[in-house]
């Protein structure tokens, strides 16, 4: 599978404020956040998007969503709301192809997103 930006954090060959790091997952801070909270939650196993999931890969992206939500209660914005986006392909807005849980929180977000 094709090494992609989020291989290279993992493997430390590019620098990202880490923020919770486990055998399975690893979760960092946004460079360009959009929130005053924004950080990515990914599988440490490159999954390039949410269709190349297999089933066999679901306690993995239960544990994405656990770590996003204990993530979020340290950070102190789950008890305000906060939102998880993930990305797919072109139209939903995908740019790294290694699957990856944004957290946003620290302000108020609309719905329906534009
Ligand atoms: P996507 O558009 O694929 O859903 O989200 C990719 C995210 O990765 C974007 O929010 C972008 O700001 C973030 N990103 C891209 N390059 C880097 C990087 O080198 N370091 C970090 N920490 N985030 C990155």
């Not at 055998?23 to 939650?41: G, K, M, N, R, T």
């Not at 072109?90 to 849980?101: C, K, P, S």
Request: proline content about 7%; glycine content about 8%; hydrophobic content about 45%.
């Amino acid at each position: 599978m094709s090494e992609t930006l989020f291989s290279k954090i993992i493997n430390r060959e590019i620098p990202a404020d880490i923020l919770y790091e486990d055998e399975e997952v690893l979760a960092f801070s946004d460079v360009s956040p959009q929130a005053p909270v924004h950080f990515l939650v990914i599988p440490k196993h490159p999954i390039p998007t949410i269709n190349d999931i297999q089933a066999d890969q679901a306690l993995l992206i239960g544990k994405m969503v656990l770590t996003a939500q204990q993530l979020a209660k340290q950070k102190g914005i789950a008890e305000d709301g906060f939102r998880l986006v993930m990305n797919c392909n072109e139209n939903g807005g995908q740019t790294v192809f290694h699957i990856h849980l944004h957290v946003l929180g620290g302000r108020a977000f609309s719905w329906p997103p534009g």
